[in-house]
């Protein structure tokens, strides 16, 4: 791809919204090499050549995804890559952070073809505010503020190799994180409650309590339920 021009693997970029400004491809093989009667090496082989393409975008206007998969393919040269993550990250003065990740799977695979995990709408937008990614938790606690959240959205993207090349694939442990740092300024501390459907899988914690304006973190998850294709 040109300078002007980078390979969008995960499929997020928007035209006038979410502009592709860097692809990472991470392509790994495997070599194989046998000794020979006189301790040298006498044969080779490379194989196995996979990639785990990623992504990271810059974040033009506004811009709502709908109807986003974990483990939607995106095929490019004829190689197929299942969207692996998308991490999201809002911070006050700070510009936004999108990024995804993929993983190469059997050729020919489609996201038709692939058990999936259905993402809710996730809105993006250019402001470098702290805010909410995702309905996830109320916060509370008067003079305290939100100063960053960061959400991923992530599964694990399992293939079945021979040769060290994928033949088949399967998605697991689709799941929403979300981390929440907040601002304490003043002399109550904040509170967080898990909205319905989410858990609280790290508890507030105070990183800096000798401080006077101490900064709090916390991290909610909910998993994600699995579409199968043999069951549509």
Same mark, same amino acid.
Do not use: R
């Given at each position: 791809m040109s300078w002007d021009s980078k390979q969008d693997y995960a499929g997020l970029a928007v035209?006038?919204?979410?502009?592709?400004? =860097?692809?990472?491809v991470n392509t790994s093989g495997q070599y194989l090499e046998k000794l020979g009667a006189h301790g040298n090496i006498a044969a080779t082989k490379p194989f196995g050549v996979v990639s785990a393409p990623s992504n990271e975008y810059t974040i033009k206007a506004a811009n709502t995804f709908q109807g986003l998969k974990l483990g939607s393919i995106v095929t490019v040269d004829g190689h197929a890559y299942a969207l692996e993550s998308i991490h999201?990250?809002?911070? &006050?003065? %700070?510009?936004?952070? *999108?990024? &995804?990740?993929?993983?190469?799977?059997?050729?020919?695979?489609?996201t038709e073809t692939m058990n999936t995990f259905a993402l809710p709408d996730i809105a993006v937008n250019p402001d470098e505010i702290a805010e909410l990614i995702v309905d996830c938790a109320t916060l509370s606690g008067t003079g305290c503020e939100l100063t960053k959240c960061a959400a991923d959205f992530a599964c694990t993207v399992n293939t079945h190799n021979v040769n060290a090349l994928p033949q088949a694939s399967d998605v697991v442990q689709g799941k929403i994180t979300v981390q929440l740092t907040i601002g304490q300024y003043s002399t109550?501390?904040?509170?967080? %409650? &898990?909205?319905?459907?989410?858990?609280?899988?790290?508890?507030?914690?105070?990183?800096?309590?000798? =401080?006077?304006?101490?900064?709090?973190?916390?991290? *909610?998850?909910?998993? *994600?339920?699995?579409?199968?294709?043999? %069951? =549509?």
């Amino acid at each position: 791809m040109s300078w002007d021009s980078k390979q969008d693997y995960a499929g997020l970029a928007v035209a006038n919204k979410v502009i592709c400004k =860097s692809a990472n491809v991470n392509t790994s093989g495997q070599y194989l090499e046998k000794l020979g009667a006189h301790g040298n090496i006498a044969a080779t082989k490379p194989f196995g050549v996979v990639s785990a393409p990623s992504n990271e975008y810059t974040i033009k206007a506004a811009n709502t995804f709908q109807g986003l998969k974990l483990g939607s393919i995106v095929t490019v040269d004829g190689h197929a890559y299942a969207l692996e993550s998308i991490h999201y990250e809002k911070s &006050a003065g %700070a510009e936004p952070v *999108l990024t &995804a990740t993929t993983k190469e799977v059997e050729t020919g695979a489609t996201t038709e073809t692939m058990n999936t995990f259905a993402l809710p709408d996730i809105a993006v937008n250019p402001d470098e505010i702290a805010e909410l990614i995702v309905d996830c938790a109320t916060l509370s606690g008067t003079g305290c503020e939100l100063t960053k959240c960061a959400a991923d959205f992530a599964c694990t993207v399992n293939t079945h190799n021979v040769n060290a090349l994928p033949q088949a694939s399967d998605v697991v442990q689709g799941k929403i994180t979300v981390q929440l740092t907040i601002g304490q300024y003043s002399t109550t501390a904040p509170t967080v %409650a &898990a909205k319905a459907g989410w858990d609280i899988s790290s508890p507030l914690t105070c990183n800096d309590p000798d =401080s006077d304006m101490p900064e709090w973190t916390c991290t *909610l998850s909910k998993p *994600l339920a699995k579409t199968l294709v043999s %069951a =549509s």
